[in-house]
């Protein structure tokens, strides 16, 4: 039995597709042909079936090739198509050609045919395939405008150079120019004069450094009023490694300046605003990994592949079988080697009540796992795999952000305690299960631009900072 192939026979001469057919059971197919003589019948049968390829002759009494080829052309353009002929000229095979055929061959030499049949076989594979590239990526494109024009925020992305190439519908609405009028260094004549020196070299450092940067402006309104913005750029890099620009968002600050004593409530609003940017993406995964990682300080950092889990130090114990009898040993061993590797005792606790929450989830709600457990001095690190159906994007956002929400994911309500209880934190997670990596240094890191006027870190969320406040003096005057 040779290889299956569907062929629509353009042909008037029953003698002729028997040949065709001896020939192609001779080259190794299968051949299930299908054989019309008018363009009529033709339209029927693609319209009523699908074929692997075309063979038409070129001269038909009502009918011909090039007929024959405008009718697959208007149907299905990826479809290979060759003529057959005893008959066709040299100068009218290249019109064919130049009109779509694929190849021809003179029935006189059907040898060619079996090797052009696989050649144009495997091309229209090709075809098909970029075909579909293309058609994913423009409906990718569609779906991240939509989602950008829809986000509660002004969004904004650069090139390599630091020149803005796109600006979200917000934007546009908020300045009330084109996007022609933003893009470029067009958005620069928007910003207040006084901080235009300090804003571009903020950004100009940046892009030198290829580094995420917040910076503070005034913008100005389409009715002509100032607004302070809180500019947040994140790099963008080709998956080559090398450098694509920036995405960034702006944040309405001016209330916040105007009560300084809400400003650890409108931060966390800013971070709510950027999780609905975040879950309006869906299938955005790398935006979606951007806006993560900036709304956690960088402390969450979304895994697209296994290779992007971090390189761990050497391993500390046995691989621990995730059981509900077997947590009790996941947290004692934890706890030993993040003792005997330079951690406190408040940061091993942090350690120890995170990996517990990651492992009785890995239990409850991925079916069990392994963990394993990494140290060098002063670090430790943890890894914990299940074997569930892992987090679907459209909930990732609020599994990991939201106190409370809980999926049937694999990690569920617990994940917002062990992100506040660990320094760094890696997710990869699909459909054959989940890993978290834990990590935890003897030294919690603390970002420069956390703290706050007095110079006094931020612990992180709005119970940390109502705990760490003086007593609010209500008649307090804002600042601006």
């Known amino acids: 039995m040779g290889t299956p192939l569907k062929v629509l026979l353009v042909e008037d001469s029953t003698n002729d597709e028997k040949l065709l057919v001896w020939r192609l059971r001779n080259g190794g197919y299968d051949p299930q042909v299908t054989r019309v003589e008018t363009g009529g019948d033709m339209e029927g049968a693609l319209r009523s079936d699908t074929f692997d390829i075309v063979i038409s002759d070129y001269r038909l009494p009502t009918f011909s090739g090039p007929d024959a080829l405008q009718v697959l052309r208007s149907i299905d353009p990826d479809l290979p198509f060759i003529i057959v002929s005893g008959t066709v000229g040299e100068s009218n095979a290249v019109a064919a050609m130049k009109a779509g055929a694929h190849d021809y061959v003179m029935k006189d030499n059907l040898l060619r045919l079996v090797p052009a049949i696989g050649r144009e076989l495997e091309d229209a594979k090709g075809r098909r395939e970029r075909r579909r590239a293309e058609e994913a990526l423009r409906e990718s494109e569609q779906r991240f405008r939509m989602m950008a024009d829809s986000a509660p925020m002004l969004l904004w992305m650069s090139n390599a150079l630091g020149e803005f190439t796109y600006v979200n519908k917000p934007w546009l609405n908020f300045t009330g120019r084109t996007l022609d009028d933003e893009t470029g260094d067009g958005c620069r004549e928007r910003v207040h004069p006084d901080d235009l020196p300090s804003c571009l070299a903020a950004?100009?450092?940046?892009?030198?450094?290829?580094?995420?940067?917040?910076?503070?402006?005034?913008?100005?309104?389409?009715?002509?009023?100032?607004?302070?913005?809180?500019?947040?750029?994140?790099?963008?890099?080709?998956?080559?490694?090398?450098?694509?620009?920036?995405?960034?968002?702006?944040?309405?600050?001016?209330?916040?300046?105007?009560?300084?004593?809400?400003?650890?409530?409108?931060?966390?609003?800013?971070?709510?605003?950027?999780?609905?940017?975040?879950?309006?993406?869906?299938?955005?995964?790398?935006?979606?990994?951007?806006?993560?990682?900036?709304?956690?300080?960088?402390?969450?950092?979304?895994?697209?592949?296994?290779?992007?889990?971090?390189?761990?130090?050497?391993?500390?114990?046995?691989?621990?079988?995730?059981?509900?009898?077997?947590?009790?040993?996941?947290?004692?061993?934890?706890?030993?080697?993040?003792?005997?590797?330079?951690?406190?005792?408040?940061?091993?606790?942090?350690?120890?009540?995170?990996?517990?929450?990651?492992?009785?989830?890995?239990?409850?709600?991925?079916?069990?796992?392994?963990?394993?457990?990494?140290?060098?001095?002063?670090?430790?690190?943890?890894?914990?795999?299940?074997?569930?159906?892992?987090?679907?994007?459209?909930?990732?956002?609020?599994?990991?952000?939201?106190?409370?929400?809980?999926?049937?994911?694999?990690?569920?309500?617990?994940?917002?305690?062990?992100?506040?209880?660990?320094?760094?934190?890696?997710?990869?997670?699909?459909?054959?299960?989940?890993?978290?990596?834990?990590?935890?240094?003897?030294?919690?890191?603390?970002?420069?631009?956390?703290?706050?006027?007095?110079?006094?870190?931020?612990?992180?969320?709005?119970?940390?900072?109502?705990?760490?406040?003086?007593?609010?003096?209500?008649?307090?005057?804002?600042?601006?």
């Open 203 to 480: 950004y100009g450092q940046s892009v030198g450094s290829r580094e995420a940067f917040q910076t503070e402006y005034r913008l100005q309104r389409h009715d002509g009023e100032w607004r302070w913005m809180l500019d947040t750029g994140t790099p963008r890099f080709h998956p080559d490694g090398s450098f694509a620009g920036y995405i960034g968002t702006c944040i309405d600050l001016t209330d916040r300046k105007n009560a300084e004593i809400e400003r650890e409530t409108m931060r966390l609003e800013n971070e709510a605003l950027l999780l609905q940017a975040a879950m309006a993406a869906m299938q955005q995964r790398a935006f979606l990994r951007d806006i993560l990682y900036s709304v956690t300080e960088g402390k969450l950092f979304l895994c697209n592949t296994p290779d992007e889990l971090p390189k761990p130090p050497p391993e500390q114990s046995a691989p621990i079988v995730l059981r509900r009898e077997a947590l009790r040993e996941l947290r004692h061993v934890t706890d030993n080697v993040a003792s005997a590797h330079g951690l406190n005792g408040e940061r091993t606790m942090d350690l120890v009540t995170a990996v517990s929450e990651a492992g009785m989830n890995a239990v409850v709600h991925g079916g069990g796992g392994e963990a394993r457990i990494y140290a060098e001095q002063d670090r430790v690190q943890v890894w914990i795999t299940d074997r569930g159906q892992g987090i679907d994007l459209e909930h990732l956002p609020r599994a990991t952000l939201e106190r409370g929400y809980t999926t049937g994911g694999s990690l569920g309500h617990g994940f917002f305690l062990i992100l506040n209880f660990t320094d760094r934190l890696y997710l990869l997670t699909g459909s054959d299960g989940t890993t978290i990596v834990v990590e935890q240094n003897a030294t919690p890191p603390v970002a420069a631009w956390i703290a706050d006027d007095r110079g006094i870190p931020h612990i992180g969320g709005l119970e940390a900072a109502i705990m760490s406040a003086p007593e609010i003096d209500t008649d307090m005057q804002p600042s601006v």
